[in-house]
């Protein structure tokens, strides 16, 4: 991705961001449009960010299963980041408990999480019932609920991009961006490279 590309007013930040966090948005951005190819109901989904100029200095091959754009974005920006999605993530009955169980060696430079969820408007929440089968009872037939795509980048060395996605408005220009627009998995995603 350039930064001559228009994703539209929601994905563009208001003010330039600093070339890491930019890197790391771009790499968010990127990972969310993908998992949108594949459309809604799917299965959380994990990527290791790793800077694409280190990987191709550990890993010359790698050159030849990377586009040539993307070859060129790195070689201009030292801050680009390559996504590398996670196959055979260790069983977990909650997002919380597989976040909990992931590690990384240090040539991680960062994590990506994408995952949907269900989401209601403050007043609704408050009405929800407290027993578990009650309260997804009531949130899958309320008429306010959202469904939304979230992907959460964070790096290693501080910084962190969040793209979230509506169902309503499953469109590429309609993805808001921002450092900390879900801050609970922000922090969740970083402990991981902790």
Avoid: K
């Avoid at 879900?182 to 970083?190: F, N, S, Y």
């Amino acid at each position: 991705m350039s930064e001559n590309d228009d994703h539209g007013p929601a994905t563009t930040p208001a003010r330039p961001l600093p070339a890491a966090d930019r890197g790391l948005a771009e790499a968010v951005q990127e990972i969310e449009r993908h998992v949108a190819l594949g459309g809604w109901d799917g299965p959380v989904r994990v990527f290791a960010l790793v800077s694409t100029r280190q990987a191709l200095a550990a890993e010359p091959t790698l050159a030849t299963q990377l586009a040539p754009e993307v070859l060129s974005q790195a070689a201009d920006d030292a801050h680009h980041l390559t996504a590398v999605e996670q196959e055979g993530l260790p069983a977990a009955t909650s997002l919380e408990e597989l976040l909990a169980g992931l590690s990384w060696p240090a040539t991680v430079d960062g994590v990506a999480v994408v995952v949907e969820r269900v989401v209601l408007p403050s007043a609704a929440e408050e009405a929800m019932p407290t027993e578990p089968d009650a309260a997804l009872e009531y949130l899958m037939a309320h008429p306010d609920r959202q469904d939304v795509r979230l992907a959460v980048g964070v790096l290693r060395a501080g910084g962190s991009w969040c793209a979230v996605r509506t169902r309503a408005n499953d469109v590429d220009d309609a993805v808001a961006g921002g450092p900390d627009l879900v801050p609970g998995l922000v922090e969740a995603v970083a402990a991981t490279l902790l």
